[in-house]
């Protein structure tokens, strides 16, 4: 039993510095926020030291960018996103507006606070964030997944009515295909 | 150094031919006021005759108090190097107005969008209700009547910390004892 729960161990130790060393980032980007992803990814920056990289389909990534603004109405594409993603998943929030609507906090079409809809594992804040900014959150989100505790796709799975509530309550019109994960 | 010839021989023009307002702003900029019913006589003037070809903006103002819209059509001469602005009123009420994406195709768009934000009817255009917002049920969003910070706070969730949103001008002045210039008071939230 005790051997079991050591080689246990060492199984999810090379899973998540697997998971860690690759990033793959779904080429989503909302908002303005999206300028500062060439600037992470191109030579000066470089995040593809940290197996950070653009994948180009939902099932091909493990994180989701929201880079800036949520309108009401990308609210409904990203949320399609997020559910078409594969686990493990990441949320990574992306300058003020996601967390607490920035500059449009008083808008009648963005909305406030992106974790009442998706659960996220970090925030960068900033507006803009830089490139150093934007690493600095990647390599958050690398110790979070070492220590095993970026699970937020169990977690949205678990309170799926608490999330579809909290969204359902923007997205009125909704015709969305269920997923059983 | 400039005389406003060709701004006033324009002005002239427009205002002969169809009787109506309109002044001179300043170098390059004229504009004129019209009735409701003329304004796409003086577009389609404008555009065949005299070589308006571009119609560069089309917006729409709300006054509340007037109980009016306001319909500005900017257009623009690359000859003439000129930028005319059309104004007319229409009721705010029963906003309905002239459809002119016969003239210029691109007047749809903004046509569409003022639809959707104020409301306006234009009869005979085509397109999507929806354009710019989803599965909107409240007033057209733009007006003036619309109370975007209680529609925001009723509908999304705010961050504790966020609600009382101070004013960033009072708090500076506060905390650095500077003095309110006097053309600040009128901004402040206080």
């Known amino acids: 039993m005790e051997n079991d729960k050591n080689s246990q161990k060492i199984v999810d130790y090379i899973q998540n510095f697997a998971r860690k060393h690759s990033l793959f980032v779904l080429a989503y980007g909302t908002g303005c926020g999206a300028i500062e992803i060439p600037a992470t990814m191109t030579s000066r920056y470089d995040a593809e030291r940290f197996g950070i990289r653009g994948a180009a389909t939902p099932r091909q990534a493990d994180v989701l960018l929201i880079t800036g603004y949520l309108s009401t109405k990308t609210l409904k594409r990203v949320i399609r996103v997020y559910e078409q993603m594969q686990e493990p998943k990441y949320v990574i929030g992306f300058g003020s507006c996601t967390i607490n609507g920035g500059m449009y906090y008083d808008s009648y079409n963005t909305i406030n606070g992106l974790d009442q809809y998706l659960p996220v594992d970090v925030y960068i804040n900033g507006c803009m964030p830089r490139p150093e900014a934007v690493i600095s959150g990647f390599v958050k989100l690398q110790e979070l997944i070492m220590a095993g505790r970026a699970n937020n796709g169990e977690k949205y799975r678990e309170n799926l009515e608490h999330y579809r509530t909290n969204q359902k309550k923007i997205i009125k019109n909704w015709k969305m295909p269920d997923y059983n994960w | ?190």
Request: proline content about 4%.
């Open chain 2, 1 to 190: 150094m400039n005389d406003l010839v060709k701004e006033n021989k324009l002005l002239d023009t427009v205002i002969n031919s169809f009787k109506i307002e309109g002044k001179v702003i300043r170098d390059c900029r004229v504009e004129v006021y019209a009735d409701k019913n003329t304004v796409s006589s003086i577009l389609l003037f404008a555009k065949n005759q005299l070589g308006y070809i571009h119609l560069a903006h089309m917006t729409c103002v709300d006054w509340i108090d007037q109980g009016e819209y306001e319909m500005i059509y900017t257009i623009y001469s690359p000859v003439d190097k000129i930028t005319l602005f059309v104004k007319t009123r229409i009721d705010r009420e029963n906003p309905v107005m002239e459809n002119i994406d016969t003239i210029w195709d691109q007047a749809n768009t903004y046509e569409r969008e003022m639809r959707e934000m104020f409301g306006i009817e234009f009869p005979g255009l085509i397109g999507e209700h929806d354009f710019i917002l989803e599965d909107w049920d409240q007033i057209p969003p733009m007006r003036k009547e619309f109370d975007t910070h209680k529609y925001a706070a009723e509908t999304f969730f705010t961050r504790p910390g966020r609600e009382d949103a101070k004013d960033v001008r009072d708090e500076i002045n506060k905390r650095s004892g500077a003095k309110v210039p006097e053309f600040a008071k009128k901004y402040s939230r206080e």
